[in-house]
């Protein structure tokens, strides 16, 4: 028995190293994901170590109401989820939408490609209009982000 002990503490352990850190130093720019009410997971690609979610996911909410405020902050979901990324003209972002009922799972994975400049402020919206999910990326300030659709791998370096 003494065996099996290391093995779900090295799998706990692997999930913590799944979640993306936002870059501290260098250039940076920030990301604020959002979406029409819908639940689903935010991701940056870090190249060599593929997408990583965001420690906290875009929330969806029943109904108005201040009643589910602290569960969600609790549950780490916002209706806004603001991170950093690092500056570049390649950097990738995404998002992960599932959704499961009796038997049905329906899953989409979108993520984009854009130029991420030093200092600047991006919106990500994400979309799901009859079950086609969409990542529109727009710059704040008039800033232009031409963001393009792209597969969903992350560069190796």
Do not use: H
């Not at 990583?52 to 405020?69: R, Y």
């Amino acid at each position: 028995m003494k065996y099996l002990l290391p093995l779900p503490a090295l799998l706990l352990a692997g999930c913590q190293m799944l979640s993306y850190t936002a870059p501290t130093d260098g250039d940076v720019a920030t990301v604020t994901f959002s979406s029409d009410n819908i639940a689903a997971q935010p991701v940056v690609c870090v190249p060599g170590k593929g997408f990583q979610s965001t420690p906290t996911s875009l929330q969806q909410v029943p109904f108005e109401t201040k009643a589910f405020d602290e569960l969600l902050k609790t549950m780490k979901k916002a209706p806004e989820v603001t991170t950093t990324v690092r500056a570049d003209e390649q950097a990738r972002i995404g998002v992960i939408y599932q959704k499961g009922s009796a038997g049905n799972r329906d899953l989409c994975r979108v993520a984009v490609q854009f130029n991420a400049q030093a200092g600047a402020s991006y919106a990500a919206r994400f979309t799901n209009d009859n079950n086609q999910c969409g990542l529109e990326v727009s710059g704040e300030g008039g800033l232009q982000a031409d963001a393009v659709p792209v597969d969903w791998k992350c560069p190796k370096k």
